[in-house]
């Protein structure tokens, strides 16, 4: 890196980030993306936009989550003080909610009266369905059969708040088509349809939009570590599916140099076996849904099926501006396979009696590795972006207990 | 003066309107494509447009992501599509032929490449459904330089200002929407579709082909009235599927639709 680029300067007015990011849509959509660009450019340094965001996050969802020093996983690992950003405290139970709250105030503004969204894990639709509900929404969550089946529980969460659930069939039947589903929906109702995205990917502006509503992790982490531990944090990690929660973290630190960031693809069965969903660590740019980014794809540019035990991570593409982040080299981008993340989410449950979503277990998997290597006096933040609750079956499917 | 323009002042010319069927190459396998070309301008087509194919199609309906998927299982690649074209112009050196489809096969190609390519093969013209003209300045040198024409889509949102912009970047025709959706949806409303065209021509100097929702001669005829050229793409793909497992029965097929289609635009 020659000299600091400043990062609040990103995305550019069309929405790149380099040569990453823009908007490549069919037509159709272009209107719609220019009227919630405008809507939100202008909402964004509204005060009473800001101020019911801020109330919404705050009696709504629970906020500020707190910053909990992990002492007896930190005494285990030995090295870096172990902090943990509890994302799984908030409603709903993820990091997802920070956004979808913004989104639904913005459909407001838009007088739209239905939203749809697409979702992996289902923490996504979760958290669409529960701010529909409660600002009486119509709302259609788009879903792969294959994680339908994983994530059953959050498929009836979703219909017990007044979702329908949209099985989609097309593709490898999980998240990547449940967005190219959302996407022909929305191309065919764009006039009263607002289109909640899930994650930092996407056309712009959704990418800055959804950063900027998860932004909220690390203003709050940000000032939680100079109050509590008395200065900056050394590194950060969080888990890299689309990106939010990373870039919510990560994006208050960027300019202070001395914060060291890990961002945690899913390694599937490894890496080197190419079973896996790690675009950063073993892609290269491309064009899916909308912009460019680093993306998992043949030699002939098909888009091909990613793995993961973790539905949310399943994506073969991520958010445009950790490409970047990558490529100027302010983020590494590592990755943990299936194993180390299930032997996080045990080891967590066990040690700090927190049980993570198997998505955060590759964060805390890589924490486990990164946190030796570090000082006593060293201060390490992983997001814990959402709980485990809903991965319970498919744990228990590994371990061959039925219910 | 490229094919595409030839084609559209020779049809002007005769007082005709261009008939473009659109059917996924390699599907359901990559020996029946040429064939079906052939066949297709036998029975009336004007000009060919040829879906590249794609994994991830977010712009089309459940006709045309089967295709896909079918061209796909039987290993079409962009360079094999390429092929097609090149065996096809060895028997036809008049009928235009436009590559559709997505942009990522032909940024993993390379875009020197495949404009290379596109000339070396007689491919006409390409259109890119994920390539708006915001982000085509480095597509568009690269055709307009060996004569290949950027075609683009316009749609029912699509404002004034930007028709005249597509208008600029484009060459060779305008493709028009004709309803929000995505390829193979519900009817399409002829006075609003002809009204919108009307809208067109007065921002931008292209042909117009209307596609998306034509289902049948009477459609086709409709919209035959009130634009330059009708494209039509579920209806044939459709045929396609039925006769997946009788691959010679393909082209009679679609054939049979096409020249119902002709001759109602000819009346």
């Known amino acids: 890196m020659t000299e600091r680029p400043d990062y609040k300067a990103f995305p550019d007015q069309r929405g790149h980030f380099g040569q990453f990011g823009g908007r490549f849509v069919s037509e159709t959509l272009m209107a719609a993306l220019d009227e919630l660009e405008t809507m939100y450019r202008r909402l964004k340094d509204d005060p009473q936009f800001q101020a019911d965001f801020d109330y919404d996050l705050a009696h709504y969802v629970g906020r500020p989550s707190p910053l909990y020093l992990a002492e007896r996983w930190s005494e285990q690992l030995g090295g870096a003080r172990v902090w943990l950003k509890r994302e799984d405290l908030n409603h709903t139970g993820a990091h997802k909610v920070n956004n979808t709250i913004g989104q639904a105030l913005l459909a407001r503004h838009m007088g739209k009266k239905r939203v749809i969204a697409e979702t992996g894990a289902g923490q996504h639709g979760v958290a669409s369905a529960t701010v529909a509900a409660r600002l009486g929404l119509e709302c259609h969550v788009f879903m792969g059969e294959e994680d339908i089946r994983r994530q059953r529980l959050n498929v009836y969460r979703m219909k017990l708040l007044g979702a329908e659930v949209i099985p989609v069939t097309s593709g490898s039947r999980t998240l990547k088509d449940a967005m190219n589903e959302a996407m022909r929906d929305w191309v065919t109702n764009v006039d009263d349809t607002f289109y909640i995205i899930g994650t930092v990917a996407g056309p712009h502006p959704y990418p800055m939009l959804v950063r900027d509503f998860q932004s909220v992790i690390g203003r709050e982490a940000r000032e939680q570590s100079l109050k509590q531990a008395g200065k900056l944090p050394d590194a950060l990690v969080a888990c890299v599916g689309g990106g939010s929660n990373a870039i919510g973290l990560f994006h208050p630190f960027l300019e202070d140099e001395g914060v060291a960031m890990y961002g945690v693809e899913a390694a599937g069965d490894g890496v080197d076996t190419g079973r896996h969903a790690a675009p950063l660590n073993a892609g290269r740019p491309g064009v899916l849904h909308g912009n460019r980014t680093y993306l998992m794809e043949d030699e002939n540019g098909q888009i091909i099926e990613t793995h993961s035990v973790s539905a949310g991570l399943d994506y073969p593409g991520v958010g445009p501006e950790h490409s970047w982040l990558k490529d100027i080299g302010r983020v590494n981008y590592v990755a943990a396979d299936d194993q180390e993340a299930l032997a996080a989410f045990r080891e967590l449950t066990r040690v700090e009696g927190i049980m993570p979503a198997l998505e955060s277990a590759h964060a805390l998997a890589y924490a486990r590795k990164l946190a030796p290597t570090m000082g006593a006096d060293q201060n390490l933040i992983v997001n814990l972006s959402g709980r485990g609750d809903k991965d319970i079956l498919t744990v228990a499917d590994i371990d061959g207990i039925e219910f | ?267």
């Open chain 2, 1 to 267: 003066m490229s094919r595409i323009q030839a084609c559209f002042e020779q049809l002007n010319t005769d007082g005709r309107k261009a008939l473009i069927p659109f059917i996924t190459a390699g599907d359901p396998n990559r020996d029946v494509t040429v064939p079906v070309m052939h066949a297709m301008v036998a029975a009336g087509a004007d000009i060919i447009e040829l879906g590249v194919p794609f994994s991830d199609p977010m712009a089309d309906g459940p006709v045309i992501q089967k295709a896909c998927e079918r061209a796909l299982e039987a290993g079409t690649s962009l360079h094999d599509v390429l092929a097609m074209v090149t065996e096809f112009r060895r028997q036809n050196e008049d009928t235009p032929v436009v590559l559709m489809g997505y942009l990522n096969p032909v940024e993993a190609m390379g875009y020197e490449t495949f404009a290379d390519a596109c000339v070396s093969a007689g491919v006409d013209g390409v259109l890119l459904v994920d390539l708006p003209p915001e982000e085509c300045e480095q597509v568009v040198p690269r055709f307009r330089q060996r004569g290949v024409d950027l075609i683009f889509l316009v749609a029912p949102t699509t404002t004034d200002e930007r028709i005249r912009r597509i208008g600029e970047a484009a060459s060779g025709y305008l493709y028009y929407v004709s309803l929000k959706g995505v390829t193979g949806a519900a009817s399409l409303n002829v006075e609003e579709v002809a009204a919108r065209v009307e809208t067109i021509r007065n921002l931008a100097q292209l042909p117009i082909g209307v596609g998306f929702g034509i289902k049948d001669a009477a459609s086709a005829q409709a919209v035959s009235r009130v634009a330059d050229g009708v494209v039509v793409g579920s209806a044939l793909v459709n045929q396609i599927a039925a006769n997946a497992g009788q691959t010679d029965a393909i082209a009679p097929a679609v054939s049979a639709v096409l020249a119902e289609m002709r001759s109602a635009m000819d009346e």
